[in-house]
């Protein structure tokens, strides 16, 4: 099949000349796809993660079609994404691709003073990205005007449901124009997503771009196996070996997080760390000096494992392997972005065997065990044995088998 062109999807000249400059030659598969039903004014309803290339797929046809008339200070287009960090994300790509055009893009998300929020909508803005909790506390304080609609872009659909916004997202789409078109993209659709779809979308096209989507297959995925009290030094051995050109470390909580951001901040320069706790601003901050190459090491919990694209990332290391198997897959695609190399290593424990046999059955394939020359991360130094002491800790019977097998 000839490769598409950007040419051929129905985009105009100057939304053409946007994406040269952004530096995109082809169009990937959800952007063929989407982009020319988008143009014509269908609802659309895609199967796509990130990494796919899916929020240029709705952010051209709204740039392309937006109306710049200084008369018009309403919103004409309202996205609506899970998490603040994607919130943050969309405007910028949105900014990237219509920087040779007078278009806004402001963002609205909690954790922030509302105030500013409030005065920018004020002031006039094209498209509206946000968080549903805060668009609803804007749309009660009458201070989003939603009259001029003429898309509405619910992006991460599952995981918005996911994380419970399903009522204030039906709550907006009431208060939305019936005229405006509709563009879900979602990485799963499952029935609550059909049933969403039925409600409020018009005769939506439906597309399955789950199959082009081979992130998380073309990376290569790595385990050791460690003893929990070498974690550090096997981490510090890894990007020692491995000198990443950019590296995400993940933990489990906030105080992992933290520890081991101070004990690395000691060996590694530009290093720095990301969680929950921190204050918006300082989580903003934190995300834009590691996609500007200004950090080369992040540790962070699963904040933002989801969504969050950075394209530079070659690494990721699960330093604690993820509760949830599809925390893995979103932790992994974190590299391997837009067909780029990457390389995930997850450190496992004696005891988590069968947490390692979900992932691999939820990604259908096992991961291969990794060696540092001269070093075995299992091994400990046996304690000198007490009298009536604890008994050291013991593989459970599943990691023991897995560790025999050296799989
Ligand atoms: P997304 O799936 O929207 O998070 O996009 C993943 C990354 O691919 C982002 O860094 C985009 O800027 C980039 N990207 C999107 N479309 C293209 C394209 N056609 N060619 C090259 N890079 C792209």
Redesign the pocket.
Known sequence: MAEESFDSLGLTESTLQAVRN???????PV?AGVIPKALDGYDVLGQAR???????AFVLPIIDRVDTHPSIKAPQALILVPTRELAV?VQG?AE?LSRNRNIRCVAVYGGQPINRQIEQLKHGTHMVVGTPGRILDHISRRTIDLSELQCVVLDEADRMLDIGFRPDIERILRKCPQSRQTLLLSATVPPIIDKLAERYMYEPVKMDFSAQDIAVETIEQFYFTVHPKNKFDLLKRLLQREDPHQAIVFCRTKRTTDRIFQRLQKQFKNVGSMHGDMPQRARNKMMKMFRENELRLLVATDVIGRGI?V?GVSHIINYDIPESCDDYVHRVGRTG??GKEGVAYSFVTPDQGEELTRIEMRIDRLLKQSKIEGYDPAWIEPEAPKPEGEAPPKFSRRGQRRHKRGL
């Open positions: 952004a530096g995109y030659e082809t169009p990937s952007q990130t990494g796919t290339g899916k929020t240029a994300q790509e990237k694209d394209s972005r837009m």
